[in-house]
């Protein structure tokens, strides 16, 4: 870990969790399962704004966040998205290849990269279904997925409310997953990693999954 890095890790983070608790109530289980070095893919399902800082803060080492990319054009945002080692992807494309490139460098890097699966925040709570980009650099590389769990994001900050409110915040870090396509078919790998990550995410989730 470089400076930036430690200071996000050993200063913010846990600055930060101290001081939202009161207001959010955040609790984890899990954390553990998230390997302390080498290449890991984090797949949460994404509720809310806050998602990914109420995600990162337990977890004692770097991670860089694939980010939407539309947030990059609110100048006074930007500082801060960087600070956190937050990269851009275009959700108006289908496949964004730049971003999806991104991610698998870090991953070579041995880096933590989190990417949503969903694409984007859930408009009813629900667990949407999943893009297969980040599956698809997972089974190539052959990374650990660790799917995360995360409760009560929609009813503190969904898309329809402009601030947040307070409320009770629950974060479930499974155990990593692997596959490897081998012999088989790279496509048919990827979404059998991105159904069963999807089933891992639901077996937590107090909402509805989306048929």
Known sequence: MNLHQRTIVYVTRPALRLALHPFFRMTYFGVEH??????????????????????????????HFMTWSRVFRVAYLRPLLRYFQCFPVDHDKPFDKSALKIAQELLRAGQAVMIFPEGGRTPHGDLQEFKAGAFRIAVKLRVPIVPVTLNGGFEVWNMYRKLPRPGKITVYFHPPMYFSADDRDLKEVTAEAARAVREVIASKLQRPVAS
Not at 41 to 50: F, R, S, W
């Open 34 to 63: 998230v390997p302390k070095t080498g290449p890991v893919l984090l797949a949460p399902n994404h509720q809310a704004y806050a998602d990914p800082f109420w995600i990162g803060l337990p977890i004692r080492r770097p991670i």
